[in-house]
């Protein structure tokens, strides 16, 4: 099971994990890319919460704590923060370029505008994380 930024939206992980390990074979992988909870970042994810309906937070560690409850074995995880936030600031300053442009026009900021540049602060800050989590049904 490969699951791509879409933990993070998840209302109901540990069921969510309960079902995966019924899906996968034995020895079957489970891998995850996301945005995890940082230093400090439970107020940073409640704010993307509001805006583009993130889930309950959750750090690297707390998933693979999790993982381990649900059976999974040989759980690895790579904090992939560093190599992201380039990305994230290119993402943040679109998203204040799209900001400026709409304050010129009728529309207001969405969501999305918002979200980015939240995004892209909790990276910088360390408030979020952005990794990957691998672990094999035991």
Do not use: K
């Not at 999790?66 to 040989?74: E, N, S």
């Amino acid at each position: 099971i490969w699951q791509i930024e879409s933990l993070c939206h998840c209302t109901e992980l540990d069921a969510y994990l309960q079902h995966a390990h019924t899906l996968l074979a034995p020895d079957g992988r489970f891998a995850a890319i996301d945005v995890f909870v940082g230093d400090g970042g439970a107020e940073v994810w409640e704010g993307l919460r509001r805006t583009v309906a993130f889930g309950e937070p959750c750090t690297m560690d707390g998933l693979a704590d999790r993982l381990t409850r649900h059976g999974f074995v040989a759980i690895e995880l790579e904090d992939l923060t560093p190599r992201v936030v380039a990305c994230a600031r290119l993402w943040r300053n679109l998203a204040l370029l799209d900001e400026t442009l709409r304050r010129i026009g009728p529309e207001s900021r969405s969501a999305l505008t918002r979200a980015s540049i939240d995004f892209a602060a909790g990276l910088e800050s360390g408030a979020l994380r952005y990794g990957l989590v691998v672990a094999q049904r035991g």
